[in-house]
């Protein structure tokens, strides 16, 4: 059914209805097939079954509005929120003043030496005879004085460069600072820690061998949600099927749901192992714990993901800090694994989280 269930999913992915426009005599016998299914399905499924539980809405509220199938399916529809208004833009850093009047200040005193030169040629042609005599002798003394005017404003351009380069250098720190700052922050983001995982509190009302594999069981769990959720592991070679009926386990149910040998399934069971693998169990929660009481490690605070991307490795990158300590109790980074009656445990000492 569940295979089925993927495949009619699939299909409404493109369409509204079956087959055409409207509504057809297809579309009535397949709600009235599916229908069952469609209302027990758990709150964390909804999501993956979009298209199908969106197509049955429609048909119910359009087609079966005397309530031909009952009980009723009730969804809780995502609203739109409009995203906050995008932050103004940072205000460019002012061009340093200093810079520009260094530059301006060179041709002001290339200005002057050029004033000065017909100046000085005007006053020989005005003045005659001994003043003639007197300009010839102050001339040397111009000449003199030209390079040394020459020279502030020659070394203020040297000083107008410098300040230029220490201004694009200030001006280029900011945006280093802030190009490295992001490469932090995705290093961050990308770090995987253990508050990721939806790790819940549930009992196994059922249990099957697995029709398709001799090492999987086929489990009914109830983790606190409308109906029990199906999840198959693979402990049928570690623990007898009668321990593990009306078991307390932990499961991890934010894992985007999987196909195994034909059958899916919708979240781990947490179990603790040895290194040689031939110990496996799942670990042990207090008694007295709630169904779907959701586990806690100190120092991880922040909300689950709504669904583990496998393609981002997750569980493969927490896989290596999840360990049993010496006296058996499951770890995260050497901090125990909590409910609100204590710690989990285990019987696997110095061994594995899995």
């Known amino acids: 059914m569940d295979d089925k ?26 709600y009235a097939l599916v229908h ?35 009980p009723r399916l009730v969804l809780n529809k995502p609203r739109f929120v409009a995203p906050p208004p995008p932050a103004p833009p ?5 061009a340093a003043p200093a810079a520009a009047d260094a530059k301006g200040a060179a041709p002001a005193a290339g200005k002057d030496k050029a004033a ?37 404003a020659k070394e203020g351009g040297k000083e107008g460069k410098k300040k230029d380069a220490a201004a694009a250098g200030a001006a280029a720190a900011p945006a280093a600072k802030k190009e490295g700052g992001g490469g932090a922050a995705k290093k961050e983001e990308e770090e995987a820690t253990i508050d990721m995982l939806d790790c819940r509190v549930g009992r196994i009302v059922k ?5 398709n594999a001799d090492s999987l069981y086929l489990e009914e769990i109830d983790v606190g949600e409308d109906k029990p959720r199906q999840v198959i592991s693979g402990l049928r070679n570690f623990v007898p099927i009668e321990k593990m009926q009306d078991r307390v386990v932990v499961v991890v149910c934010n ?4 196909k195994m040998r034909d059958v899916m399934s919708y979240g781990m069971v947490l179990c603790a192992s040895d290194d040689a693998h031939g110990t496996v169990e799942p670990v042990a929660v207090p008694e007295g714990v709630p169904l779907g009481e959701r586990l806690t490690v100190e120092g991880f605070t922040n909300a689950p993901l709504e ?3 496998p393609k981002k490795k997750i569980l493969e990158r927490l896989f290596p800090d999840m360990k049993t300590d010496g006296a058996g109790v499951p770890t995260f980074k050497g901090k125990p694994f909590l409910t609100s009656k204590g710690p989990l445990s285990s019987t696997v000492p110095n061994g594995w989280v899995k």
């Open 5 to 30: 269930l993927v495949k009619l999913n699939e299909h409404l992915a493109s369409r509204t209805f079956l087959v055409g426009g409207a509504a057809s005599l297809a579309d009535l016998v397949v």
């Open 36 to 70: 069952p299914a469609a209302v027990a399905f758990p709150a964390a499924q909804t999501l993956h079954f979009c298209n199908l539980l969106r197509w049955v809405d429609l048909i119910q509220a359009t087609q079966d509005a005397a309530g031909f199938c009952q």
């Open 90 to 94: 940072a205000p460019k850093a002012a």
């Open 116 to 152: 000065a030169k017909p100046a000085a040629d005007a006053a020989p042609k005005k003045e005659g005879g001994k003043k003639d005599a007197a300009a010839a002798a102050a001339a040397p003394a111009a000449a003199a004085a030209a390079p040394a005017a020459a020279a502030p």
């Open 207 to 211: 249990i099957d061998k697995h029709p």
């Open 255 to 258: 894992l985007k749901p999987a």
């Open 307 to 309: 669904e583990v991307n």
